[in-house]
């Protein structure tokens, strides 16, 4: 089963403004993190996205397209990084999951989402 797990994004990350110990700290511990999946034979791809100011918004409206340009409101809402897991289920995919380093100087959620 394949899932994406997503972690989403907060003021730090949309800001930017990561404490430059946290961040050599947490780099050093997602690396174990990943390490440790790709061992298990679990890790597809994993990444970061830029912070939303970067990014832009296509919306569809019948043959109508408008572009907006970032940032987005709502940071909980968007994105801020993901893995491509391959696991035997969901419970799998948790467990991996709980195992993660918080990803955010603070309070911080990833998601988890099964693929077609």
Known sequence: ???MVLVKATQDSESGAFPPAWMAEMMDAMGKFND???AAGILVMADGLTPSAQGKRIAFHGPER??????????GELVAGFWLWDVKDMD?????????????????EIEIRPMN
């Open 1 to 3: 089963m394949r899932v």
């Open 36 to 38: 440790a999946l790709r």
């Open 66 to 75: 408008t572009v907006t340009n970032g940032p987005f409101p709502h940071p």
């Open 92 to 108: 799998e995919a948790i467990a991996w999951a709980k195992r993660c380093p918080n990803p955010m100087p603070g309070p911080s």
